[in-house]
Structure formats: C-alpha cells, structure tokens
C-alpha cells in the first residue's frame, strides 16, 4: 500500500500535512508549511520514502485533488555516496535578544528575519540566534516586531 499524505490547506495560506494518520510538521524553527513550499515539501516526502506515495490536497473551498508522485530518480552516472566518519562540529555562538512592552502571547517577528517567537505572559520576548545567521546582516541589528501591539525593538549586536 502506498503512503497516503493528506495536505490540507488552511485559510491563512499555512498547510497542514499528515502522513498515513501521522502529522508531518517542519523542522523546529522552521516556518510553518505553505503553498509556496508545496513542491519541496512532497519532493522532501517521496525522496525520504523512495516510494511513490499517494497525494491528497484538500483545498479551503472543499475541493480536493489526488495524485500518485514519484520520487526522483537517481542519475545513472552518480556514484553511491560513500561513508564517511562524522566531522565534529563546533557549537554555535549564541546571541540572546530580549525586549520588553510586547502584548502577552502576542507573535513577535525577530528580524533578519528568520524566525519568529512569542511574548511570554509578562510580555517579554526572547530569541536564541546563532551568531553565523546574523553575520548575513551588516549592520548586526535584530528587530524584534510585535505583530499585534505594533512595538518593536532594534538591538544592535555590535
């Protein structure tokens, strides 16, 4: 029997992925999935399984659409990878941003932005950053957005 996914796409644009029962959810930190990751989402799905699977998309306005997707074939000319021992990685620097006068609970928009958090019940928000993702900005400043109260905060890492 071929493994069933069940993509069902909510209001907001988000979707909601469930495999043979089982939620399917993205890497923690991840956002959330969306149409606009539909395809690399089913690619990630079929090329874990090396199986076809069986497709469902339930739509918003009730339709739904069914298909049978493959997974990509290796090329001929690749060689298998070969195993290699596991290389030691360093830890990540972390970087702690903080900011207060956010509404509790409210979402909070860390930017470069990758991430996102929520305010804790005080109203305090709070991201871990490793410090390789804020060398992508050149002026080493995170801003930190609540997205209902309209506060925001710049911290400034240098």
Known sequence: MLPHVIVTVNTDGTLTVMIDG?????????PPW?????????????????TPVRVEVRETDGSVFTDIITPAK???TEPDPVPQAPKLVARPELFEVTADGFVPGEDVAVAIII?????????????????????ASPTGEVVLLGRVSGTYEIVSRR
């Open 22 to 30: 089982e939620p399917f959810v993205p890497e923690p930190f991840a």
């Open 34 to 50: 969306r149409r606009t990751s539909f395809g690399t989402l089913i690619d990630r799905i079929s090329d874990q399984r090396r």
């Open 74 to 76: 290796k090329h001929p």
């Open 115 to 135: 991430t996102h958090t929520d305010a804790a019940h005080t109203g305090i928000a709070r991201a871990l950053l490793e410090a390789t993702q804020l060398d």
